[in-house]
């Protein structure tokens, strides 16, 4: 899968029940807080996702370019790089163990002698409130962009689950047998694991995907060529991992396969052209503004609706919005997703259609 997208946890614990079969909360939370097989981390176009723990250093050393365009960032509004640098080097020694953004920005202002400051900020998709800081130069800035800068350097991951405010923790003092990557060997390794999850695809698709420049998405392409196949999609090119060819020249399904998908599903993230996952008419009804991706009804592989649920007394209630007329086969995939779905919400399920 490349990770699961989770900027909202409750929605990557969903993309996990929609693909391993009998999942429950308390596993997902369990690999978390504490076999820690799973992590969470940003890397791909700047999210946060949940990773195997062993690959982590491959998405997130993969996914350098990131860092480097916050830094860039730090240098166009003139704030300095020596003052930064000290900062989140404080911020990597204090966590040693899981802290809170607000312990975190205690530490540092103890450590560095910076005075912390409140101030009114913006906190993404439109929020604004007053949030706490450091002093950079002439500015304020948020210890939760500090510590995210962190995050996307890899000298950082956080913990989330059982309703506790997320921390952060050094990779290193989290996760089992830690192995770290150079960049170069992280970025091909990326490549060929994108390559796994999404082939077909080409050097397009994955600049989109991990928020690659183009030029550097072709010369990755270029790096492994030894590695891939061409083949013919429609009328276009594109390329999959050699030796995985045979594997899908012999796949065959059996319909109609049905899948409910939560928000920001890293199914719908993987190909800048999107034909092949859903009908130009009803884009804008799957990928919103904002970055939004709605939850969808997957059927064999293309979304035929969106869907949503809503807690009430008598159970979930799940409302599905087809984008047309839907067999009574696919109507008894969606039944059964949604009993599965009230299975793992530890609530009866009911299927309406709007």
């Known amino acids: 899968m490349c990770g699961v997208q989770a900027q909202i946890p409750s929605a990557g614990a969903l993309a ?23 992590v969470a981390a940003w890397c791909m176009r ?13 998405f997130v050393r993969g996914c350098d370019h990131i860092a480097e365009r916050w830094t860039r960032w730090f240098v166009r509004h003139r704030l300095p790089a020596d003052a930064i640098e000290r900062i989140v080097g404080s911020i990597t020694r204090a966590m ?3 802290r ?13 002698g910076i005075r ?11 929020n604004v409130a007053h949030t706490e800081g450091v002093e950079v130069g002439t500015r304020v800035l948020p210890i939760g962009g500090l510590v995210q800068f962190a995050c996307v350097r890899g000298l950082a991951c956080c913990v989330v689950g059982d309703g506790r405010e997320t921390t952060f923790v050094r990779p290193d003092a989290w996760i089992p047998g830690w192995r770290d990557l150079p960049v170069a060997d992280a970025r091909r390794e990326l490549v060929r694991r994108y390559l796994r999850g999404y082939g077909p695809a080409t050097p397009e698709d994955l600049a989109m995907w991990a928020s690659f420049g183009l030029t550097d998405a072709r010369a990755l392409w270029a790096e492994i060529a030894e590695d891939l196949s061409e083949v013919r999609v429609d009328d276009s090119r594109a390329w999959v991992l050699r030796e ?9 399904i059996d319909g109609p396969v049905v899948r409910l998908l939560p928000y920001f599903d890293t199914y719908l993230s993987g190909h800048k052209e999107r034909r092949h996952l859903v009908d130009p008419r009803h884009r804008v009804r799957v990928y919103r503004p904002a970055g939004w991706i709605a939850p969808t009804v997957l059927v064999d592989g293309r979304v035929a609706g969106t869907w949503s649920h809503e807690k009430r007394r008598e159970g979930i209630e799940v409302l599905i919005e087809a984008f047309g007329k839907l067999s009574a086969g696919i109507k008894d995939g969606i039944a059964a997703e949604a009993e599965d779905l009230g299975r793992f919400l530890e609530a009866p399920a009911h299927v309406t259609y709007g």
Do not use: N, Y
Request: charged share 40%.
């Open 16 to 38: 996990l029940r929609a693909r391993i079969r009998g999942l429950r909360p308390g596993d997902v939370e369990r690999a978390l807080l504490v076999d820690r097989t799973l």
């Open 46 to 58: 700047g999210t946060r996702h949940f990773l195997a723990s062993g690959d982590f250093a491959v």
């Open 96 to 98: 040693d163990r899981p």
């Open 100 to 112: 809170r953004r607000d312990e975190l920005l205690d530490a540092v202002s103890e450590d560095l």
């Open 116 to 126: 912390k400051q409140a101030k009114r900020m913006s906190r993404g998709w439109g």
């Open 244 to 252: 995985d060819l045979p594997a899908l020249r012999a796949a065959r």
